[in-house]
């Protein structure tokens, strides 16, 4: 942005301006002339000595004298006016630069405000995004505790069915060694029977025969 201090001057401003300095002086020029000639000529009417010529070159002088007065004050006059002319144009220049700076400062904050706007929507994308990640992560967190839960109790029951596999082998094994003193005191007890029924009959025999 072009601060007012660094106001450009345009060519014609500048010629313009060049060219009232060159008639300001030109006309400062013929007034002193006219001063400078009303002076000649009061000097010359007095060293004549004649009254009527010093009359009329008193009257000349005058005439002179009210002539660049004129002229001064016309110029006096002409530069207030073209000091005016300048300060409204300058102002005007000021005004089209403090517009355009507006107009600027109006567009940055639109592009500002836009870009803001696609941000915090970014943003809340963003937001919705990490909450939807936060809930499938919860998701998983709750099924994947589930599951270990899930697992200790599988792993659980299985210790529990290994123990009852193992003291039920063990109870197995005991009734397989208990099934085979049974047979052994079956076959005692056959035996005996067998000797004993064996001694009976023998002894009857005996008696029947005595």
């Known amino acids: 942005m072009t601060s007012p201090a660094a106001t450009p001057v345009t060519p014609v401003t500048a010629a313009a301006r060049s060219s009232r300095r060159r008639q300001r002086s030109t006309r400062l020029t013929v007034a002193v002339v006219l001063l400078v000639v009303a002076a000649v000529v009061v000097v010359a009417g007095a060293a004549s000595g004649a009254w009527l010529v010093a009359t009329l070159a008193g009257a000349a002088a005058v005439v002179l004298g009210a002539a660049a007065t004129r002229i001064t004050h016309s110029e006096l006059a002409q530069s207030r006016r073209d000091a005016n002319r300048d300060r409204a144009e300058q102002a005007q220049a000021y005004r089209r630069l403090a517009e355009d700076r ?16 696609e941000r915090e929507k970014a943003l809340e994308e963003i937001g919705e995004r990490l909450v939807s990640v936060q809930s499938g992560a919860s998701e998983t967190s709750r099924r994947l505790a589930a599951a270990t839960r899930r697992a200790d109790e599988l792993e659980r029951e299985g210790r529990d069915t290994a123990r009852a596999l193992d003291a039920a082998e063990g109870r197995a094994a005991e ?36």
């Open 102 to 117: 507006a107009t600027e400062h109006r567009v940055r904050v639109e592009e500002l405000t836009e870009r803001i706007a």
């Open 175 to 210: 009734a397989i060694v208990r099934m085979a003193e049974l047979e052994q005191e079956v076959d005692v007890l056959r035996s005996e029977l067998e000797s004993v029924t064996h001694a009976w009959t023998v002894e009857q025999e005996r008696r029947r025969h005595a």
